[in-house]
């Protein structure tokens, strides 16, 4: 499917479709090392840390791909901090404010935007500002109009994508926002295990993509439905997401136990459940997964270390067999979905780098 990067178009190499993806996808562990160095080095982390240190709640606040950043770092925030953390779309916050402004508490607002251009975010930076609550901004686009709206700004440039569809910009912010909670917490171990996972990912996604390839080559699917609990719900709609920007296909995406109560009535052989298995839920999981094979469904499954109950359910099993806590491992679930979309969208003959109606910044003119 692919030579390297490019394919030959007479005597100059023409970029293959889904190239840029590809090569994002792939780039992510180092990409990860290298946005950590940077957030140990800088002292932003102190920064907002201390500066939002009376905060009574942290609402996250993104659009699309960057609202479940939202949905698994609020998750994520409040397991590691015991503070109350939220995610938001930013439309709900512009077009109702009291939902946030009328609660009397004093909030932290994290706004996420990859490009730092998106007016929806913008919006509602500007919204905030008028208000005179404090924010943070994370983005990947270093001098761009979020950062220098917001109070305090991470800019993880390394991270920065040339390809439309987010992959290891919604990976590399999610560690950052998890970096962030591990300051708040004072869990420095916290902030060494998401260095270790960086490091040690890459011998357990190496075959990823050919083992992700064959299996896309070897089926045809009508429905695409991906599943997570807790912090794994935003990945799972995450998950949902990719496949449907980059091969133009319908996904849905739901907790996992929440699947049992009406939307399994769609399962058959040509549907492709995606379950994200966590440690903390694994048997109650491992139960909706058993079930949902024996009622004719093909599964993907993605998890640390599985059980032979497990392999037994799996069409397809990924297991990262990583020796550090649960939440420094949600980047790396995101991997075999980014590969699931990308496979997917050139086996219908697209370009996942450039999707149908899709463009890298949602500006709007009014």
């Not at 960057?66 to 939220?86: C, D, I, M, N, P």
């Not at 929806?120 to 983005?139: F, K, Y």
Request: proline share 4%; hydrophobic share 45%.
């Amino acid at each position: 499917m692919f030579d390297g990067l490019y394919e030959r178009k007479g005597d100059s190499p023409t970029k293959a479709a889904g190239a840029y993806s590809l090569a994002e996808i792939l780039s992510q562990p180092r990409c990860w090392s290298t946005s950590l160095a940077q957030l140990r080095e800088s002292g932003r982390l102190r920064e907002i840390r201390e500066r939002f240190a009376g905060a009574e709640e942290w609402l996250f606040i993104g659009c699309g791909s960057s609202y479940y950043v939202a949905l698994s770092a609020a998750a994520a925030f409040t397991l590691l901090t015991g503070q109350a953390a939220r995610a938001m779309p930013a439309s709900d916050v512009l077009l109702y404010p009291e939902m946030i402004l009328r609660t009397g508490r004093k909030i932290a607002p994290v706004l996420i935007s990859r490009s730092g251009q998106t007016s929806e975010v913008l919006r509602t930076a500007e919204l905030l500002n008028s208000r005179g609550i404090a924010t943070v901004a994370i983005s990947c686009a270093p001098g761009q109009a979020l950062e220098k709206k917001a109070t305090n700004a991470i800019v993880l440039s390394a991270a920065d994508e040339q390809s439309t569809v987010m992959t290891r910009s919604f990976t590399s912010m999610l560690l950052g926002l998890q970096a962030l909670a591990a300051e708040v917490a004072g869990q420095s171990a916290f902030f060494e295990a998401l260095v270790k996972m960086a490091a040690s990912v890459r011998p357990a996604v190496e075959f990823l993509p050919e083992r992700i390839g064959e299996f896309v080559s070897s089926h045809r699917f009508e429905d695409y439905v991906c599943l997570g609990q807790g912090p794994f719900y935003g990945l799972a709609c995450e998950c949902a997401l990719k496949t449907t920007e980059m091969s133009v296909s319908y996904a849905q995406s739901f907790h996992t136990l929440e699947f049992r109560h009406g939307p399994k009535s769609i399962v058959s052989p040509e549907t492709l459940l995606v379950f994200l298995l966590s440690e903390a839920a694994y048997e109650a999981e491992r139960e909706v997964l058993e079930e949902m094979k024996a009622l004719g469904a093909t599964t993907l499954v993605i998890t640390n270390r599985a059980d032979h109950r497990v392999r037994a359910a799996a069409d397809l099993l990924v297991e990262f067999t990583l020796e550090v806590p649960e939440l420094a491992r949600l980047a790396c679930y995101l991997f075999p979905a980014q590969l699931l979309g990308l496979y997917t969208g050139l086996q219908k003959g697209g370009d996942p780098d450039q999707p149908r109606n899709l463009s890298r910044v949602v500006v709007l003119n009014s």
